[in-house]
């Protein structure tokens, strides 16, 4: 795997262009600078790489728009060596950059190809992050509570159980609505009955599997 001056030149392009777009958390723009995305692409789109787009990575999934993943990790307001529980592992790419943030990461994804072959690549590239292959609409209650929970699948409503593994004080970031257009929401969880609910506009997301036998 190279990460060449050519690419690491695109990749500042593409932050310059996150700018423009809103993103201001230097923080954010720093570990995507450090992150090279065409380490998680599919070859037929390597020089595609560092376009603002979200591109295929097999399984029915995708890579997300990197304007998606500065918004998402810019709003889940994370500092070093808080626990996030990222749901959907997909191509890596966003566990990377939360990983980059000093993060302590608990990824999980359903796709059992999928999550093979990330796991694989992370394990490659060094991250630190903690990958599981299971369901995540049950979450990980075994390392819970965590600080952070961050959703990168479009969901039909919030899963109770990721509401429960939040500790108190915590946000969960997750796109809500049906496959094809969802908003995203920022819930902070005041107590144990009492949460606080932002909007932050509309975005597309494969849907999060529900309902489904594991695949094996």
Same mark, same amino acid.
């Given at each position: ?14 932050? *310059? ?12 723009? $720093?570990?995507? $600078? *450090?992150? /090279? ?8 789109? &390597? ?5 603002? @787009?979200?591109? /295929? ?25 808080? @626990? ?16 980059? &943030?000093?993060? @302590? #990461?608990?990824?999980? $994804? ?13 394990? @490659? ?19 819970? /509570?965590?600080?952070?929970?961050? #959703? ?19 946000? &969960? ?8 257009s969802q908003e995203m929401l ?11 609910? $932002? ?7 494969? /849907? ?9």
């Amino acid at each position: 795997m190279e990460d060449s001056y050519r690419h690491k030149g695109l990749r500042r392009n593409l932050l *310059a262009q996150l700018r423009l777009k809103g993103i201001i958390n230097e923080d954010v723009l $720093e570990a995507m $600078e *450090a992150v /090279p995305r065409h380490f998680f692409m599919n070859s037929a789109f &390597l020089k595609f790489a560092y376009e603002d @787009k979200a591109f /295929p990575i097999g399984a029915d999934q995708t890579i997300s728009q990197p304007y998606t993943v500065a918004f998402q990790t810019s709003i889940l307001n994370v500092s070093p060596g808080m @626990k996030v529980l990222e749901i959907g592992t997909g191509s890596g790419y966003q566990t990377s950059v939360l990983a980059k &943030l000093g993060t @302590k #990461v608990f990824s999980i $994804e359903r796709q059992k190809s999928l999550f093979l072959k990330t796991d694989s690549l992370l394990s @490659k590239m060094r991250v630190k992050a903690q990958r599981y292959y299971g369901d995540g609409y049950k979450g990980k209650p075994a390392f819970a /509570p965590y600080d952070r929970v961050i #959703v990168t699948c479009g969901a039909p409503e919030v899963p109770n159980a990721l509401i429960k593994q939040l500790k108190i004080g915590g946000l &969960l970031v997750i796109p809500v609505g049906q496959e094809g257009s969802q908003e995203m929401l920022r819930l902070t969880k005041n107590s144990e009955t009492d949460f606080s609910l $932002e909007r932050f506009g509309e975005f597309s997301f494969v /849907p999060m599997l529900e309902d489904r036998e594991m695949r094996y």
